[in-house]
Nanobody
Framework: QVQLVESGGGLVQPGGSLRLSCAAS????????MNWYRQGPGKQRELVAV???????NYADSVKGRFTISRDNSKNTVYLQMNSLKPEDTAVYYCNAESKTTYYSSPKPYWGQGTQVTVSS
């Protein structure tokens, strides 16, 4: 099937920056939208940013102007550049992608294992 592997999380001070990456591999025919979600302590998982296969983006209000999502279709990779980080951005960040494994198959959602982002002084 399809595997998603995130990287780039860590500990950063408020106001700092991090760049997350998520690489898709396996039996990939095509990838539609690629998304970043996050789940903070005691909170529900929430959608952070979306990028379609043609590069259209959308963001949660809480991260607009601070986070930028991008993708490299040649590498099946999506990125999340996070600037001006705040303590409330602390969460496990998950990559999600909707992918087809063959021409005839229906697109299915796949998830990465998550990467921890901690914003603290």
């Amino acid at each position: 099937q399809v595997q998603l592997v995130e990287s780039g999380g860590g500990l950063v001070q408020p106001g700092g920056s991090l760049r997350l990456s998520c690489a898709a591999s396996g039996r990939i025919f095509s990838i539609n939208a690629m998304n970043w979600y996050r789940q903070g302590p005691g909170k529900q998982r929430e959608l952070v940013a979306v990028i379609t296969s043609v590069g259209t983006t959308n963001y949660a209000d809480s991260v607009k102007g601070r986070f930028t999502i991008s993708r490299d279709n040649s590498k099946n990779t999506v990125y999340l550049q996070m600037n001006s980080l705040k303590p409330e951005d602390t969460a496990v960040y998950y990559c999600n992608a909707e992918s087809k494994t063959t021409y005839y198959s229906s697109p299915k959602p796949y998830w990465g294992q998550g990467t921890q982002v901690t914003v603290s002084s």
